[in-house]
């Protein structure tokens, strides 16, 4: 089955720093990887996602980028802003009759003021 | 207002009393999911459930029964609740459309301690 390997599972930015995450997967049928946001004691809300016929998808701060030949895909926040402080997490799919979603560990985002 | 709603959002047990998790969705959503979140382990499938009837095992199903006799409910229910099944638990549903079409709308959690 997939497998999702998330790094780093903890980082630390100054606000106004840039963050990225990144994401391995090793089903190279995968075709849909979506981001979820989780603060602290909510649910997970999908920020991002994006589909293999792209490579890269923006909205505001928030960008993601996929290379499929790698089999990689990351996160990256610009102008980092203390709401940004959360865990994010990173899942891959193949689509298909079940929508098998595979997520990865996650990772603490901490933004200093 | 569209939600997935979870009861109870906090339960403490003892191991072998039978428990029942709650989860409904007021979307129609025909996709029905259940997650245990746990520290430095992710989101972890236990079941899933594709329509009324339907069922399937996720990647941790052991320990763990669902049933969905209604779309709109798919409850998790534990039989004989053991301490390596305290965690917090996330109920999800996905609207219809192709099958990479994903948000997955979660509920609020139910945070389970079994002593």
């Known amino acids: 089955g997939e497998n999702v390997e998330q790094h780093p599972s903890t980082l630390s930015v100054q606000e106004g720093d840039s963050a990225v995450i990144k994401c391995t997967y090793s089903?190279?049928?995968?075709?849909?990887f979506p981001w979820y946001k989780q603060e602290l004691g909510k649910r997970p809300q999908l920020i991002i996602d994006?589909?293999?016929?792209?490579g890269e998808k923006k909205d505001q701060r928030i960008a993601v980028t996929l290379n499929k030949t790698a089999k990689h895909f990351s996160l990256h926040i610009t102008e980092t802003q203390p709401e940004d402080s959360a865990v994010y997490f990173c899942?891959?799919?193949?689509?298909?009759?079940?929508?098998?979603?595979?997520f990865g560990k996650g990772t603490l985002l901490t933004v200093n003021p | 207002e569209a939600q997935v709603t979870q009861n109870p959002r906090y339960l403490i047990t003892v191991t072998g009393k039978k428990l029942t998790v709650t989860c409904s969705q007021n979307?129609?959503?025909?996709?029905m999911s259940w997650y245990r979140q746990d520290p430095g382990l992710g989101l972890r499938q236990i079941y899933y459930?594709?329509?009324?009837?339907?069922?399937d095992k996720g990647d941790v199903p052991e320990g763990y029964k669902v049933s969905r006799k209604e779309k709109r409910n798919f409850p998790l229910i534990l039989e004989s609740p053991s301490p390596n099944q305290t965690s917090l638990y996330f109920c999800?549903?996905?609207?219809?459309?192709?099958?990479?079409?994903?948000?997955?709308?979660f509920g609020e959690g139910s945070r389970l301690t079994v002593l």
């Open positions: 089903d190279s049928a995968s075709n849909y």
């Open positions: 979307m129609n959503h025909e996709y």
């Open positions: 999800a549903s996905r609207p219809p459309g192709k099958p990479t079409t994903g948000e997955l709308f």
């Open positions: 899942a891959a799919s193949s689509g298909g009759s079940n929508y098998k979603l595979t």
């Open positions: 459930s594709m329509n009324v009837e339907v069922t």
């Open positions: 994006i589909r293999s016929n792209v």
